[in-house]
């Protein structure tokens, strides 16, 4: 079951999270009925947030909270299922930064939305080979998942 709450104040097109984060547990062969929790929030509780679990100041665009660790399954492993965890992502905060990453602040939040869950899979980026991994399959999932709405599925 995926949750999604819009705390922010800010208009955001939830249903459009909802469908891109089942596109991506189905293409991380994670189970559908996993859990997961998307929190929308303003600048001021991302603040909190990102002081009280990271002790770093100031806003962030986007934090994962991991609850049962899952992690992909090898090709000869079933689909994990459990409580995947919390994505918490702020939408002025993603706003702000999406023309210099090019994207509309749709896909500001979806390209975030991906880079959380990940997190929640256990993928890091501190390291120089991490990240690679990482933002690969991130740019991977959200190409699948524009020529996907292309296509209209």
Not at 30 to 38: A, R
Not at 143 to 150: G, I, L, N, R, T
Request: hydrophobic fraction near 40%; proline fraction near 6%; include cysteine.
């Amino acid at each position: 079951m995926i949750d999604v709450s819009n705390e922010s104040g800010e208009q955001v097109d939830t249903q459009a999270l909802v469908r891109l984060a089942l596109f991506a547990l189905g293409s991380l062969r994670i189970h559908p009925q996993s859990d997961l929790s998307i929190l929308l929030v303003d600048e001021d509780a991302m603040t909190a947030y990102h002081k009280r679990f990271l002790d770093l100041d100031g806003p962030t665009d986007v934090m994962s909270f991991p609850m049962d660790e899952l992690r992909m399954p090898d090709d000869h492993e079933e689909p994990p299922r459990g409580l995947l965890g919390d994505i918490v992502i702020c939408p002025t905060f993603t706003s702000a930064q999406a023309p210099g990453n090019g994207r509309s602040n749709q896909e500001e939040m979806e390209y975030l939305l991906i880079h959380g869950l990940l997190h929640l899979l256990g993928h890091d980026h501190a390291e120089p080979a991490e990240r690679e991994v990482m933002f690969s399959l991130n740019d991977r999932i959200i190409s699948d998942w524009k020529h996907e709405k292309v296509a209209g599925r």
